[in-house]
T-cell receptor, first 113, second 113 residues
């Protein structure tokens, strides 16, 4: 079975631009979570969706938004990019919401110049 | 701040030796814990998990110990191999209305041949 997939793998943007990252969960998983990982640190929680509804949001500005589609795939959007948004963006999927094992995708490496 | 932290940021071991990676958590309500392995340029890979009603759980060459009294987790890797070289994160589910994971900064394990 395929694991969590993310696209694109790498992305280079300039300050002020907008970006959309995509994630497909493991088949049968209904929950998707997004994390930001800055070099040298652990992942930081951004959003969690379950059954197409937002179930949690981390301490990120409103420039960050996300959604989950009927097929449980998800998109993360970031507007007005800043240099500090450069990071590895990770998507994780789980069967259910809450205390359920989260499996991570390979991530999207975003570089903002 | 983050409630999950690691005592040792780096650990260097000889191939064949046992490795022990430690982690402290601060939320006594956390009821589920996961250890992840992250290789350079990749997403976190699930290693082993443990729920708060257990003290110990074993997998293939790995053992997780949970001490709820002092809020401490450890990951033991038996007969460490060069392929075990990576950054290891512990993560906790704080429970309640939060369905996301909280990560520490990670411990880098280097295995010398």
């Amino acid at each position: 079975d395929a694991g969590v997939t993310q696209s694109p793998t790498h992305l280079i943007k300039t300050r002020g631009q907008q970006v959309t990252l995509r994630c497909s969960p493991i088949s049968g998983h209904k929950s998707v979570s997004w994390y930001q990982q800055v070099l040298g640190q652990g992942p930081q929680f951004i959003f969690q969706y379950y059954e197409k509804e937002e179930r949690g949001r981390g301490n990120f500005p409103d420039r960050f938004s996300a959604r989950q589609f009927p097929n449980y795939s998800s998109e993360l959007n970031v507007n007005a990019l800043l240099l500090g948004d450069s990071a590895l963006y990770l998507c994780a999927s789980s069967l259910q919401w809450g205390g359920d094992t989260q499996y991570f995708g390979p991530g999207t490496r975003l570089t903002v110049l | 701040g983050e409630s999950v932290g690691l005592h040792l940021p780096t650990l260097s071991v000889q191939e064949g030796d046992n490795s022990i990676i430690n982690c402290a958590y601060s939320n006594s309500a956390s009821d589920y814990f996961i250890w992840y392995k992250q290789e350079s340029g990749k997403g976190p890979q699930f290693i082993i998990d443990i729920r708060s009603n257990m003290d110990k759980r074993q997998g293939q060459r790995v053992t997780v110990l949970l001490n709820k009294t002092v809020k401490h987790l450890s990951l033991q890797i038996a007969a460490t191999q060069p392929g075990d070289s990576a950054v290891y994160f512990c993560a906790e589910f704080p429970g309640g209305s939060q369905g996301n994971l909280i990560f520490g900064k990670g411990t880098k394990l280097s295995v010398k041949p």
